[in-house]
């Protein structure tokens, strides 16, 4: 049980170059999320998807796209990378209904020249 | 609008010294408040979640209240192993959306 993995776990782009972040979770849970995380800020959401086959837009969605491929995994686009887009970068999920808990990945630290 | 406020923003204690986190908050109801610890390269982990004014939790060296308009995280007798980032976060009720505070650096000194 790996819980939620990410890869990568490092990247170094140049600005206007693309790439995507891959999330997957192995507990059957419904609900994913995308956050970024910058000094003194905290988490942001950028986009979420309550349930298989539905995204939708978080705090911070503008210059993202977002794939529910499956249950398992959620991935994060960056079509034309810029500095503002540094960041280090985490997935979460949980299940539908209730309070629960959110369970992260290890992260995804993102540097854009 | 909802928001989660955490003070201080660090906060240095020699082992043993105990002390509290704050964490304030604003929503429009209040489906849970949550406690995650950070390390330093890693994701948050999970700590508490409080779902009522007057809701206490408990784990290890940490305690856990909750008011109407506040949590605090109480850290008992702190180990240099507590060092940490500690965040707060809160979910509306009927809402996916979590907000996160920005959280407290801990430092705990042998």
């Known amino acids: 049980n790996a819980g939620v993995t990410q890869t990568p776990k490092f990247q170094v782009l140049k600005t206007g170059q693309s790439m995507t972040l891959q999330c997957a979770q192995d507990?059957?849970?419904?609900?994913m999320y995308w956050y970024r995380q910058d000094p003194g800020m905290g988490l942001r959401l950028i986009y979420y998807?309550?349930?298989?086959?539905?995204?939708d837009k978080g705090e911070v969605p503008n210059g993202y796209n977002v794939s529910r491929l499956n249950k398992r995994e959620f991935s994060l686009r960056l079509e034309s990378a810029a500095p503002s887009q540094t960041s280090v970068y985490f997935c979460?999920?949980?299940?539908?209904?209730?309070?629960?808990?959110?369970?992260f990945g290890p992260g995804t630290r993102l540097t854009v020249l | 609008e909802d928001q989660v406020t955490q003070s201080p923003e660090a906060l240095r204690l020699q082992e043993g010294e105990s002390s509290s986190l704050n964490c304030s908050y604003t929503?429009?109801?209040?489906?849970?408040l949550f406690w995650y610890r950070q390390d330093p390269g890693k994701g948050p982990e999970f700590l508490f979640t409080?779902?009522?004014a007057g809701e206490e939790k408990e784990k290890e060296r940490l305690k856990a209240t909750l008011t109407k308009k506040e949590s605090f995280l109480h850290i008992t007798a702190p180990k240099p192993e507590d060092s940490a980032t500690y965040l707060c976060?809160?979910?509306?009720?009927?809402?996916?959306?979590?907000?996160f505070g920005a959280g407290t650096r801990l430092f705990v000194k042998a």
């Open positions: 979460a999920s949980h299940e539908r209904q209730g309070g629960n808990e959110q369970f």
């Open positions: 507990m059957n849970h419904n609900s």
């Open positions: 998807s309550a349930s298989e086959g539905t995204t």
């Open positions: 929503v429009s109801g209040l489906r849970g």
């Open positions: 409080l779902y009522s």
């Open positions: 976060a809160v979910r509306q009720t009927g809402g996916f959306k979590t907000i």
